[in-house]
């Protein structure tokens, strides 16, 4: 199974862009990228998902490499909320035990000082 | 407001007593999940379900039991047959294909001492 590499850990200071890059080298065609954050002690929330082209909501941009060996969740301008733990996930929808979709690694822990 | 609830917050037991935790959603979500996260780490799958009627093991079902009597609950029982049962519990819902994302509800703390 395709697996997932981030930083353990970053800073940002309020108010500015932070780029949180993920490591996917080993993705498949059919492997969506996901991110979903969780602030402490609460369950994980869905930030943004796509599969090759990039992708922005209100809350965050998705930039995806070219031969999709990497993306980075971009949050345009950090505030204090958005200290949390990120998760990157692979997920593919052809596989039909999806069960084994859902690996949520350790992931990176955004500190945002004021 | 839709979501997923669980309850208690918090749950504290004796070793050797079973315990079961609440999970409902009212999203209309085919898909549940439980996960477990210990400090520091990621969440890891304990069981999930498609479908009513049907649930399959995850990477560490061991010592834990569901059922899905009704699409809109999950309930996951931690027995005294698991070693290490201290723990955060999640539970999710997903609308049941893999595109789909997942809403976590807030989970429950369980201390077993």
């Known amino acids: 199974d395709a697996k997932t590499t981030q930083p353990n850990s970053m800073e940002s200071n309020e108010e500015e862009p932070v780029h949180l890059p993920c490591n996917h080298s080993t993705i498949s065609g059919t492997d969506y990228i996901h991110w979903y954050r969780q602030l402490p002690s609460q369950g994980p929330e869905y930030v943004i998902h796509?599969?090759?082209s990039n992708v922005n909501n209100r809350m965050a941009s998705l930039a995806i490499a070219e031969d999709r060996k990497s993306s980075t969740l971009i949050l345009h301008r950090a505030t204090l909320r958005d200290a949390a733990v990120y998760y990157c996930i692979l997920r593919d929808p052809s596989r039909r035990n999806y069960g084994q979709n859902f690996v949520f690694g350790p992931g990176t822990r955004l500190s945002v000082l004021p | 407001d839709g979501g997923i609830t669980q309850s208690p917050k918090y749950l504290f037991r004796k070793e050797g007593q079973n315990v079961t935790l609440s999970c409902e959603q009212n999203l209309n979500h085919d898909a549940m999940y439980w996960y477990r996260q210990d400090p520091g780490q990621g969440l890891r799958l304990i069981y999930y379900s498609q479908i009513v009627n049907d649930f399959q093991k995850g990477d560490i079902a061991e010592g834990y039991s569901v059922s899905r009597e009704k699409k809109e609950s999950f309930p996951l029982t931690v027995t005294s047959a698991q070693k290490n049962p201290t723990a955060f519990y999640l539970c999710?819902?997903?609308?049941?294909?893999?595109?789909?994302?997942?809403?976590f509800g807030p989970g429950t703390r369980l201390t077993v001492t």
């Open positions: 999710a819902s997903s609308m049941g294909q893999s595109r789909y994302e997942q809403y």
């Open positions: 796509g599969l090759t």
